[in-house]
């Protein structure tokens, strides 16, 4: 039996690098210095996190524009947001909204009558605010991890394509 969850083990480990292995290529051949380009990524990661989901990619690139990071980063990080991702971070970012408002969530309401107006602006406040504070987590996460392949990358090719190099990557 314990054999068999090790096996599973290694199997979800090698899923996930796998699952990461197109991230970390896309980021390899970005263009510009790993300040430029982590930042460029934290930004789009921290859009994704937001409830904005049919402007992530403008808001991105323009959040870019303004902090004068990678643009085509930016816009790579937003793909963090994706039909598997989006309802996790929406419905987190609501739940630390309402923690942080100490707003009652809807669920809690039971049958009593509510303002259906006001408890859409509530909800969208909580929604927007515990995202936000998602987002900047998840920039910094991002920024770091992209800043360190992306400067392990510049150094690689500085040493002319290395094979040894490559596999470290």
């Given amino acids: 039996m314990r054999e068999k969850t090790a096996k599973t083990n290694r ?4 899923r996930f690098w796998k699952g990461i292995q197109p991230w970390k290529d896309r980021i390899k051949y970005l263009h510009g210095d790993p300040h430029f380009v982590a930042m460029g990524m934290a930004i789009g990661a ?9 402007f992530q990619t403008a808001i991105a690139v323009a959040l870019a524009f303004v902090l004068r990071s990678s643009k085509v980063a930016a816009a790579v990080g937003v793909w963090l947001s ?8 929406y419905l987190a970012g609501y739940k630390l909204g309402i923690l942080v408002f100490g707003i009652s969530d809807v669920n809690e309401m039971g049958g009593e009558p509510v303002n259906i107006l006001k408890l859409g602006t509530e909800i969208a406040i909580a929604a927007v605010i515990g995202g936000i504070i998602i987002g900047l987590c998840l920039a910094a996460v991002t920024y770091f991890i992209t800043r360190k392949i992306h400067a392990k990358v510049r150094s690689c090719e500085n040493m002319n394509h290395n094979s040894a190099c490559e596999s470290r990557l």
């Fill in 11 to 14: 199997a979800t480990v090698r």
């Fill in 46 to 54: 921290f859009v994704a996190a937001t409830p904005t989901m049919p």
């Fill in 82 to 89: 994706n039909p598997i991702t989006f309802p996790v971070f």
